[in-house]
């Protein structure tokens, strides 16, 4: 359940600021507010007749903040740096500052909105390996030291242009149980981890630390705790040459819901242990979720624009192509570049329910690539039906685009 009603946990300037460019759907909170299902606000956007049959989604900024106490309450020695890749929401952003959550930011636009967002340059970590020379110099200008690197080349370009910068050796770990792999583009091999912090010593550069991402949509938890082994080993051979390492970051790879194969709960309580055991309180523990703070917090509308039957010519079955107004190249690029298998959930049953066809649902560009799901069971509907896709609040509206003319971005309905 959802109360349709705009409430920050702070102060109304923030929650004005926080939602200015976009829609607010609020109600008069002090006329005994009803709550209603997610689908229940849709229904009421759609008969307030204010999105032209567009699609559109309702955010629920208060799923965010519920998992903000959810990542304090079973990692509270784990600081939050939230990945501003995942959904680079101004809403989102400001509400988890006010909450105290920290920023990851990979460029030099990440950089400047987090910025633009009131908070200080202490609270972003730079963690992006491989940084252009003048989001470096960018980054010192604005007081943001904390950066990661995983080889001699960064090394190099870090002490021209940013010596007094405090750096984080990003390790390779283990991401075979991952969706999404990152270690053949990022992260230093173990093997080369002394060499690399002896040239660092050799340039007088401040290494404080070591980081690790286990890649995202990560299924088992081994792979965390393998990855927290492989730091501790880090940690003392930067002792042996004379550093003496404060910050371990537990990079990203979080899950956003808990039905998964692995939830965070089970993370969370195999990994506290053994940070407790390897790394004393005075080392600082950071992270960088993203999908798991954003992707319960969107539920995407979606409007049934053409419909085609197909027959099949030698058992006469029936089945039905749909045709939506958003598909892979707006809020469904996650199909693509996040490996996701959106659920359409149908707004209203039919009024008379028969068996389910087979059943596929493109996007409205005219590229065939266009494809949200493919050869699914679904009840016949008709044009002018709506879906829903719950969970949509993760590498959606990040990758958005106006190919093929139609609008890149969903208009955004915020309720708390």
């Not at 042996?240 to 194969?261: M, Q």
């Amino acid at each position: 359940m959802i109360e349709a009603a705009i409430e920050f946990p702070s102060s109304s300037a923030l929650a004005k600021s926080a939602v200015s460019r976009d829609v607010i759907y609020k109600y008069d909170v002090e006329k005994n507010v009803q709550r209603k299902t997610v689908e229940d606000l849709i229904r009421d956007k759609i008969n307030e007749a204010v999105v032209e049959n567009e699609a559109f989604y309702i955010a629920d900024l208060g799923a965010v903040a519920r998992k903000f106490d959810e990542w304090t309450s079973h990692l509270p020695r784990v600081k939050p740096f939230y990945a501003l890749k995942c959904n680079p929401n101004n809403a989102i952003i400001k509400l988890l500052a006010n909450l105290g959550a920290n920023f990851d930011c990979a460029s030099r636009s990440e950089i400047q909105q987090v910025l633009g967002s009131g908070v200080d340059g202490s609270r972003i970590i730079f963690a992006n390996p491989c940084k252009m020379k003048s989001h470096i110099e960018f980054a010192k200008d604005n007081g943001v030291p904390l950066m990661t690197f995983d080889n001699t080349h960064e090394l190099t370009k870090i002490a021209e242009n940013f010596p007094h910068a405090k750096l984080v050796l990003r390790i390779i770990t283990d991401d075979s149980n991952s969706v999404c792999r990152f270690s053949t583009k990022f992260g230093a091999p173990l093997n080369t981890t002394y060499n690399l912090l002896t040239l660092a010593k050799s340039l007088g550069l401040n290494v404080v630390g070591v980081s690790f991402h286990v890649g995202s949509g990560c299924m088992s938890v081994d792979s965390f705790t393998a990855a927290i082994r492989s730091a501790h080993r880090v940690f003392q051979e930067a002792s042996d040459i004379g550093y003496n390492f404060s910050l371990l970051d537990l990079g990203g790879g979080w899950p956003g819901t808990n039905d998964g194969r692995i939830s965070f709960p089970e993370i969370a309580n195999a990994i506290r242990p053994v940070i407790d055991e390897l790394f004393p309180t005075e080392v600082d523990v950071i992270a960088e979720p993203g999908r798991f703070f954003c992707c319960e917090s969107h539920t995407l509308a979606v409007n049934i624009y053409a419909k085609r039957t197909v027959t099949d010519p030698v058992t006469l079955e029936r089945h039905f192509l749909y045709y939506v107004n958003d598909g892979v190249y707006q809020s469904f690029n996650c199909v693509l570049y996040d490996h996701y298998n959106p659920t359409p959930l149908l707004l209203n049953a039919p009024v008379s329910p028969d068996s389910p066809y087979r059943s596929t649902i493109f996007g409205p560009t005219c590229d065939s690539i266009d494809c949200i799901a493919k050869d699914i069971e679904l009840p016949e509907m008709e044009v002018g039906d709506w879906l829903y896709f719950k969970n949509m609040g993760a590498y959606t509206v990040a990758a958005c685009s106006p190919f093929n003319g139609f609008k890149a971005n969903a208009t955004t309905f915020y309720v708390c």
